[in-house]
């Protein structure tokens, strides 16, 4: 990196950067999905509406952004759901992190997700989505939120149905964004009056929005994560 690009970074990183603290880490097996609790003492969570996002910082001038779900507005904790099958900086400093590390965040945001006033909720995605449905359903309160999460090892898939006490089933994923085990999903499902949500690989959103226009689903909000 250049140093004026560096200079940039250092004073946009000094104005916006924000630390949170790793309280602990949870590893699925095979180790390519992680939860792990954070302490941001400068989150207000109050006010949260929607499934938000963090940019994280992952390595020097790199972000990245993750879903935080079960937060606690009291304490300011939260999980972060994290998905690290591939090769990148966010898979590498997930690897990396250890209880007590301190993390640098630079926002929070809002995505395009709330929960439906009335009608069935149904849900799909990869397990990048995981933590923005649990954050949804965390935001829906009693409200049933039902759909399939696309995961390809099968040990994954049993650690999601024992792990969560969820209405979302996990289906086997064997195309890159869990198009083809969503569809199948998809293919007996009563999906009048729902609202619709799909998230994850941005070409397989685009694909199943195409797939659900064709259904009686109400109302499809779809929000892209990766490509
Ligand atoms: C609003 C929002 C919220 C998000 N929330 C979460 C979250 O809670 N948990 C989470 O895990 N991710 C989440 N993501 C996605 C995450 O930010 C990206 O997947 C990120 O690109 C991963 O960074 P990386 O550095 O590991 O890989 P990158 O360097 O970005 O990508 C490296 C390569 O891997 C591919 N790739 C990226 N992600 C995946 C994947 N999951 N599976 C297979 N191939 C992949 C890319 O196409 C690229 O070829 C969110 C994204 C957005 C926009």
């Known amino acids: 990196m250049n140093i004026l690009k560096q200079t940039a970074l250092n004073l946009f990183e000094n104005s916006l950067a924000k630390q949170g603290t790793v309280l602990a880490i949870r590893t699925w097996y095979p180790a390519t999905f992680y939860e792990v609790d954070f302490h941001f003492p400068f989150m207000d969570m109050s006010k949260w509406d929607r499934v938000q996002h963090i940019k994280i910082k992952v390595g020097p001038g790199v972000y990245r952004d993750y879903t935080p779900a079960g937060w606690d507005v009291e304490t300011r904790t939260c999980t972060l759901y994290i998905d690290a099958v591939q090769a990148g900086p966010g898979s590498e400093w997930v690897q990396s992190l250890k209880q007590g590390d301190n993390v640098t965040y630079v926002g929070v945001g809002s995505t395009m997700h709330k929960p439906a006033e009335q009608g069935k909720m149904i849900a799909f995605g990869d397990m990048t989505t995981i933590g923005h449905y649990l954050a949804l359903q965390q935001l829906a309160g009693g ?25 979302i089933t996990p289906v086997e994923q064997t195309d890159q964004g869990g198009f083809h085990g969503i569809t199948k999903w998809v293919q007996d499902k009563d999906l009048e009056n729902a609202t619709v949500y799909v998230a994850g690989h941005i070409p397989t959103c685009v694909h199943l929005k195409k797939e659900l226009k064709k259904t009686s689903a109400d109302t499809i909000r779809v929000q892209g994560f990766w490509s």
């Open 143 to 167: 409200k049933s939120l039902s759909g399939a999460i696309a995961i390809a090892e099968e040990n994954h898939r049993i650690e999601f149905a024992e792990y969560f006490n969820w209405d």
